[in-house]
């Protein structure tokens, strides 16, 4: 930091750059403690989650799971007709949502907190000065600490005529007005999935093309699971194909693929590319300060969110390694605090993020929720672990509401009831996982949780459920047969 001059005032004690999940939270824990706070957004505020991520996504999703549910009425006694799709009015439901939310993230709200919130693009140019470009002009601010929360874009793949199909991502899939009649899904990631079926169930003829298989970090009966739902919905998988080239001939749009039996043509309307997410990190001026980026391009950071200049840190998508609204959130606490406090009592003020329990969940049907290990990432480090499983088949809340699929797989010590890890499979899978979330945040066993008692008839019982298969399988043989031998000596 020597080739920059340090200032001897600073215009601000925080400036937050970008002002998705990351950088909301970052400046609201700023202001929340009384610290001069200054967030800069070049887009929308809210960032992807809000605009074109989490809300949109979840808001479409829930239009095609009523739509799937009607046609199943029958197996719940109901008649009546089937019921019609207008795209249009379900994307109009979708920006709808959008603002029903958006006054959590707004501008009038964060400057209500006491933030300064202005709309431009930043860029570093010393490691506590800001350059900013405004529709009214240049400003340069100075800070004591910069945070980056710039987020990621989606990954645009390099794939021979995509300049001459139709195609969407992620991001821009929302600008849809009619349903594709004929979808290709590039990319079998979470992203993926829930899109491709959601529109299946919408009514599109979707193919999902992926070089290996669904959702990657799953174990196989996870991922069995996601296919015959995938398949349940109409979706046609293509795994193990290698995307060639895209082509327009006779102006019908085709997607070349190959795989071990040759190549395949994949007519379609529109291409989504699902493809992976890229952070931002072009234009922030991070090479001017020899800011360095990981091999997977996100900033590298230290354990304190830091950069390799003390005064910048970076959190959310653009530090990695995780590409969750909540990472994004957990991340933005250690960011702000660090930066607001670090070096100011010494190690009392500074904190390593934490990212123990980290839950995940993917939106599909079957919902796939996770926290901690997995068997198959068990297996693969090494770690030695004892296995317990409960069928959602035998949940009566489960088979009450037609849903009795899906399972809950929890990872101990063996012989212990601490947590390793736990992976639902089914309807509210997200919803169930929160329990074992906690229980892994605070150490608690699977005893604690058979414990508590849980009202009926609730799937939150699975975990109670799920509690007892282990305590089934470790009880006291020797206790129990001395037990029964006194039981049959007091009936005489």
């Known amino acids: 930091m020597s080739a920059w001059v340090r200032p001897r005032r600073f215009d601000r004690n925080l400036i937050v750059i970008g002002a998705g999940a990351a950088g909301l939270v970052t400046a609201y824990i700023g202001a929340a403690v009384k610290a001069k706070v200054t967030l800069i957004e070049g887009h929308r505020m809210g960032g992807d989650c809000l605009n074109t991520g989490c809300v949109p996504s979840k808001a479409l999703i829930r239009a095609a799971r009523l739509l799937a549910d009607l046609r199943r009425a029958d197996q719940f006694g109901l008649r009546s007709a089937p019921a019609r799709v207008d795209f249009a009015a379900v994307m109009a439901r979708v920006r709808a949502v959008i603002r029903q939310v958006e006054p959590h993230d707004s501008v009038a709200r964060y400057t209500g907190l006491g933030v300064e919130v ?11 000065t800001v350059a900013i470009d405004t529709d009214s002009g240049p400003r340069q601010l100075t800070s004591r600490a910069i945070v980056l929360a710039t987020g990621a874009a989606p990954a645009i793949p ?12 992620s991001d821009t899939v929302w600008s849809l007005e009619a349903l594709p009649e004929r979808l290709v899904v590039l990319g079998g990631g979470p992203i993926g999935c829930e899109l491709a079926q959601a529109f299946a169930e919408l009514g599109s003829r979707v193919t999902v093309v992926a070089r290996s298989g669904l959702l990657g970090k799953e174990d196989p009966e996870v991922i069995a699971q996601v296919e015959q739902g995938l398949a349940d919905a109409g979706v046609a998988l293509r795994t193990g194909a290698e995307p060639l080239r895209c082509e327009r001939i006779d102006g019908e749009q085709r997607l070349v693929v190959r795989d071990a039996a040759g190549e395949t043509v994949l007519p379609f309307d529109v291409l989504l590319c699902a493809t992976g997410r890229q952070a931002r990190v072009a234009g922030l001026g991070l090479e001017a300060l020899g800011i360095p980026l990981t091999r997977s391009g996100t900033v590298e950071v230290n354990g304190y969110l830091q950069t390799c200049h003390p005064s910048i840190y970076a959190c959310g998508d653009v530090a990695g390694p995780y590409q969750f609204t909540h990472a994004a959130a957990h991340q933005a606490w250690y960011a702000a605090v660090n930066a607001l406090f670090s070096g100011l009592l010494g190690p009392i003020g500074r904190f390593k993020a934490d990212y123990r329990v980290m839950p995940r969940v993917t939106f599909t049907r079957p919902e796939v929720a996770r926290v901690g290990l997995n068997e198959t990432e068990a297996r693969a480090q090494g770690v030695a672990c004892e296995v317990t499983r409960y069928d959602l088949a035998d949940l009566d809340r489960a088979l009450a509401d037609g849903a009795a699929h899906g399972f809950v797989k929890v990872l101990t010590r063996p012989g212990q009831d601490r947590l390793l890890g736990v992976t639902l499979v089914g309807e509210h899978a997200g919803e169930l996982l929160a329990e074992f979330t906690l229980a892994m945040k605070h150490g608690l066993g699977l005893n604690k949780i058979l414990a508590t008692v849980h009202p009926y008839p609730t799937w939150s019982e699975a975990a109670k459920y799920a509690a007892g298969e282990w305590k089934r399988a470790h009880a006291p043989r020797r206790l129990l047969a001395w037990l029964a031998r006194f039981h049959a000596w007091r009936r005489g």
């Open 118 to 128: 202005i709309h431009g693009q930043a860029r570093l140019v010393s490691p506590w």
């Open 158 to 169: 390099d794939l021979a005529g995509l300049d001459t199909v139709r195609w969407v991502n």
